[in-house]
């Protein structure tokens, strides 16, 4: 069972253009929702990250958009350039006491010139 | 320089052959995990170690065995390797144990079975 689910899996926008990532998760414990990127050939690392008691979460050109109802967000990437591509992985975090981040697959973002 | 630092990068052994990886943290974290990550760049938790006791085993095959010396390294042994666990293994920290803290991740060892 798949508890975090990411679409779409490749994705293709214009440099300029705003790319829309969008993540949903099965156990509506979960809640703290990080997003960790990873370029060609180097290993992930933190973009931005969300917990349940906000429903947006902005970080430059970079925002994560939250609806705890229907246990899904979306990171949007204004003004995408060519250096934003690579793959984002939606991950999700439980309560404290169980210290495992559940990854989903990955969306990997080409941003073309 | 505070990082995760990992060995060896690259590592291609034949099929039946035993290999250990080892990672050590600057950061003065104390926690540290090990993910297998595949050819479709899927990441999965392997094991989390808490001041060098290991806290999650995930279900994973008796051949991959963990070990922890002190909070700052954490090695990995496979016996016998099979041609499934070729994959990148990437070693992580956290701050503490419990709590949503950010995973700083070090370059991975490849390895390659054959």
């Known amino acids: 069972q798949q508890q975090v689910r990411q679409s779409p899996q490749s994705l293709t926008v214009w440099e300029g253009e705003t790319a829309i990532l969008n993540c949903s998760y099965e156990?509506?414990?979960?809640?703290?929702f990080p997003w960790y990127w990873q370029f060609p050939r180097e290993s992930p690392a933190l973009l931005i990250a969300i917990r349940p008691v906000s429903n947006k979460k902005e970080d430059g050109r970079f925002t994560i958009f939250f609806n705890k109802r229907e246990k899904k967000l979306s990171l949007h990437i204004t003004d995408s350039q060519p250096g934003d591509s690579a793959t984002y992985f939606c991950?999700?975090?439980?309560?404290?006491?169980?210290?495992?981040?559940?990854f989903g697959k990955g969306t990997v973002l080409l941003v073309s010139p | 320089e505070t990082a995760v630092f990992q060995t060896p990068n690259y590592h291609v052994t034949q099929v039946g052959n035993e290999v250990s990886f080892n990672c050590k943290q600057t950061?003065?974290?104390?926690?540290m995990y090990w993910y297998k990550q595949d050819s479709k760049k899927l990441l999965k938790i392997m094991f989390s170690?808490?001041?060098?006791?290991?806290?999650v085993n995930e279900t994973v095959p008796r051949r991959f065995s963990p070990q922890s010396s002190d909070k700052a390294h954490l090695n990995l042994r496979i016996k016998s390797v099979e041609p499934e666990d070729s994959a990148v293994y990437l070693c992580?920290?956290?701050?503490?144990?419990?709590?949503?803290?950010?995973?700083?991740f070090g370059p991975g060892t490849r390895l390659t079975v054959l």
């Open positions: 156990d509506s414990t979960f809640d703290y």
């Open positions: 991950a999700a975090f439980p309560p404290s006491g169980y210290n495992k981040l559940t």
């Open positions: 992580a920290s956290s701050l503490y144990w419990g709590g949503a803290y950010e995973q700083y």
């Open positions: 950061l003065g974290h104390d926690t």
């Open positions: 170690y808490n001041n060098k006791q290991l806290i």
